[in-house]
């Protein structure tokens, strides 16, 4: 009889083939790859959206100072604390009358010390010791001053901001001397407070929450413009200059080029250019006119620029590049070249100069249309988001 053998089963599988590995590792590496720029672009969304919220923050704080005071506060004052503004110039005469309509009661003299200043001095530093120094206080600092108060503590040990004493006589008290204070009118960061270098400056400016600069001289402060109720902007209320300005790659300095508008130091005769090393504020128009063959127009029919938020002020982060631009004409409703720049070779139309010919007069260098990249992601209080 024949006998029925069993047929012998497969043996039991204990792992994948090699084939199989690969075909699951290059799936997980499509996956990886479709999801890290889906993630970093959140990330960079997320990122953006604090900034944007943070300058509608300094956007309230300002509107309350006018609220409070009458007017937004302006973006370059030069202080004294013995009050003497004799030596000073039209900036020190304008910061007078701009302190003065903040808190009338101040001593201060435009022809020598005054007397009588409670306390002895006005402690803008906030170091509890008066001096004789004359300090100018750019867009940053002014951003941070007129919203913090009085600074304490240094660029060593870090900053906090303390507000303005009670004391209508001398709002400029220390809070070593007394606790009897208003409230900050934005709550900084302290983190982020930061000596501008770029003036020398004891006092600091605010650093947004995108981080600092590879460069340690170039620091990408919140930048503040006041409009100064309308008067115009001045580009040189924040001016990063001398070894601190914003260079390219090629390391050429970006100068822009804007028609005089409230200058603190009034330009010489025949002057009408301001050469500005960036940043610099923004126009709905080109800065400055100019005639079809691309030179300066001074005839009567010539335009002057138009400035976005010409009644309030702007205020400006350098976006995730860390830089700003040159700043100038800003297309706000068009769809392509928003930041437009018109080379010399190609032809001009009336009112089409940007900046390179005040680029060239300061550093001999004739810039290109790559010098307004550093704007793209420029986030702003006047642009829903980033400017390109």
């Known amino acids: 009889m024949r006998r029925r053998t069993r047929a012998t089963a497969p043996p039991n599988r204990l792992g994948f083939t090699l084939i199989e590995l690969l075909v699951v590792i290059v799936i997980l590496g499509m996956l990886v790859g479709l999801l890290v720029p889906a993630v970093m672009n959140a990330m960079n969304t997320a990122k953006d959206a604090a900034v944007a919220a943070e300058i509608r923050a300094l956007s309230q704080g300002l509107a309350e100072f006018k609220t409070t ?19 000073t110039g039209v900036l020190g005469t304008r910061t007078v009358a701009q302190l003065r309509r903040f808190w009338p009661r101040l001593q201060l003299s435009t022809s020598g010390a005054p007397s009588g200043i409670p306390g002895g001095f006005y402690d803008f530093n906030g170091n509890g010791v008066g001096d004789t120094t004359t300090y100018i206080l750019s867009g940053p600092e002014c951003l941070v001053f007129f919203l913090g108060g009085i600074p304490q503590g240094n660029n060593t040990s870090g900053w906090a901001m303390t507000g303005f004493s009670k004391n209508p006589l001398n709002p400029f008290q220390s809070a070593a001397v007394t606790t009897n204070r208003t409230v900050p009118m934005f709550e900084f960061n302290n983190s982020r407070l930061e000596a501008n270098k770029s003036n020398g400056s004891v006092f600091p400016g605010y650093l947004d929450s995108l981080g ?7 620091q990408p402060f919140y930048c503040y413009f006041s409009a100064y109720g ?10 990063f200059s001398g070894a601190f300005t914003e260079l390219t790659d090629d390391g050429v300095a ?18 009408i250019v301001i050469p500005s090393p960036s940043p610099n504020p923004y126009t709905n128009g080109p800065p400055v006119p100019t005639t079809a063959a691309g030179t300066l127009d001074t005839g009567s029919t010539a335009k002057s620029a138009t400035w976005l938020n010409a009644q309030t002020f702007q205020i400006i982060s350098a976006g995730r590049d860390r830089r700003f631009g040159i700043g100038g004409q800003y297309n706000a409703t068009a769809t392509t070249n928003r930041l437009p720049f018109v080379f010399a070779d190609t032809g001009y139309v009336p009112n089409s100069f940007q900046t390179q010919q005040a680029n060239a007069g300061v550093t001999s260098v004739t810039l290109g249309p790559e010098a307004r990249t550093g704007e793209n992601d420029n986030l702003t209080n006047f642009s829903p988001g980033k400017l390109d």
């Open 69 to 87: 005071f009458g007017a937004y506060p302006p973006s370059r004052i030069v202080v004294r604390e013995d009050g003497d503004y004799s030596s």
């Open 212 to 218: 600092k600069s590879a460069d340690p001289n170039f």
């Open 230 to 239: 309308g008067v115009g902007y001045d580009p040189g209320d924040v001016d």
């Open 254 to 271: 970006l100068i822009g080029a804007f028609k005089t508008s409230n200058a603190a130091t009034p330009p010489t005769v025949g002057q």
